[in-house]
């Protein structure tokens, strides 16, 4: 039995799973007005940050995410200068954009200002890049914000979002993906979160099913380890515009300036090897 | 709060992490002269099977592990005839096994039969293969048979144990990988599953250690999901006795005539890459 007052658990009824870290103390929590948003210094994953009760990163192990959310897509496009950001409060993405010197301009638009001034006080690590000239970070709706965007004005639209539950929901749809499109420049390139290859195949289908019908040319999808979410395997999509995603700047991975703690050239080939059980179900499907 | 009479949880102290099933009963329980086996109906896992309190086993995703403990070391040989299996009771890894027709004799020793006896009645599409008749069931220490088997007779040894504490500590030894080099052939390789890359670096550092020690020429760390062992992040490290690990049988992976849920040649190439941080650690490792 895990006592609620030593440990942090959440529940993934559909699955029948939970996972729980340790804490020593929950350091704050308030309800902004979108969500509760809760932090938690735990015993061995450094601080936690909770949103409506599902974890969010971990000091630990966000390294796994915010690298996989960034630099596989940025890798992938020739010249990735204009970059938004859809989500992405904790500024953790924002920072792995920043590390690219190709980027002119990264715009993160996350609707809870909160989040980033909480990820501020208690993960500035992950903030320590948003004095960067080349960020800009509004608090607005990122589905409006794309929609009123200038068509073609982007070259990577990286979704940094919750679940497709609640707030998070109309980032998961054929209407938005149409609008993504529109906003990318020739060449351009989209990626999302996309959940887990063990629980969500249906939210993996969904989300594929959406950006082909929207008009996307190429999909891949990038699998990776991530401790505090659902089972422990994660998901990102990545699609094209216009064109199919075929290799990546390999020469530029193994020559960047900047560190990394888990992503590599391998590791970017490695991420869009489909399990056996993910390629049987897509094979008839011709954009990858 | 998870309330022990719904959830079965594996507390792991030293990672201040819990991982939690949600059961509908327990179907069995019995402590053998080795160990507690347990047995859990859980509502999204299929049947579950603990060691110690340790889980070892779902029905639902335990076809990662045991596909990654056989299939990259079974193509990585040129012809696995003869190859044996240290632990491995379930009988999980000796069905992959089978399922090579390469092989010519499969001799699993586990020291506990209670083990294997329990998936016969629980996890019986396991043991499916038991009557095949390249297969021979031995219960006996794995160590004295390792010891004791005659000098160059394996092709391929796994070792499917329980963690490097209690009755499984004697098989991440020095001394017990001298004895299967010996026991090895020309060209002959082991792999053993080698804790999470998140949590045991610790344990995969001295694993590497000690069969580079016992004179093994090239080692390869393997990396995979496993949602229910520690971190949901798992690891494998295979060893070759006399030559550098270079490339795996290909063609014969893509013509396989068996069916694999997580395996193919795109995931055995993408288990390969060496996550930043591991590279780092052993750059100057030069046996890879």
Redesign the interface.
């Known amino acids: ?4 007052k030593e ?1 942090f ?1 959440e ?1 993934v009824d ?9 804490v020593r103390r929950k350091l704050h929590e308030e309800r902004s007005p979108y969500q509760t948003i809760a932090v938690y210094e ?4 450094g601080n936690l940050m909770v949103i409506d009760g599902f974890t969010m990163l971990s000091s630990r ?1 966000n390294f796994l995410y915010h690298e996989m959310l960034a630099h596989p897509v940025l890798f992938t496009h020739p010249a990735p200068e204009r970059v938004c950001i859809i989500g992405g409060g904790d500024c953790g993405t924002l920072r792995e954009v920043l590390k690219h010197p190709e980027v002119t301009a990264a715009t993160q638009i996350d609707i809870d200002e909160r989040v980033t001034r909480i990820a501020e006080t208690w993960f500035p690590e992950l903030t320590a890049s948003n004095q960067d000239p080349r960020a800009n970070l509004l608090f607005d709706d990122g589905i409006r914000w794309i929609r009123e965007a200038e068509a073609g004005s982007l070259d990577v639209i990286i979704i940094d979002s919750t679940d497709p539950v609640g707030p998070a929901e109309g980032l998961f749809t054929e209407e938005f993906y149409r609008h993504c499109l529109r906003a990318l420049a020739d060449g351009g390139l989209l990626v999302q979160q996309s959940e887990s ?2 629980y969500h195949m249906d939210i993996i289908g969904g989300m594929r099913a959406d950006l082909q019908a929207a008009g996307f040319a190429d999909l891949r999808t990038l ?1 990776f ?3 505090i979410y659902p ?3 994660w998901s990102a999509t990545m699609a094209r515009k216009d064109a199919r995603i075929d290799g990546f700047r390999r020469a530029d991975v193994d020559a960047r300036r900047f560190d ?5 050239a ?2 970017h ?9 993910f ?1 049987r179900r897509f094979q008839g499907d011709t954009t990858g």
């Open positions: 039995m895990l006592d609620d440990w658990t529940v559909a699955a029948g799973s939970a996972f729980s870290l340790r735990t015993e061995h994953f192990e290859p063990l699998f380890p991530q401790t089972s422990g395997w990394t703690t888990y992503y590599n391998d590791i080939t490695a991420s869009m090897a489909q399990p056996e059980f390629r």
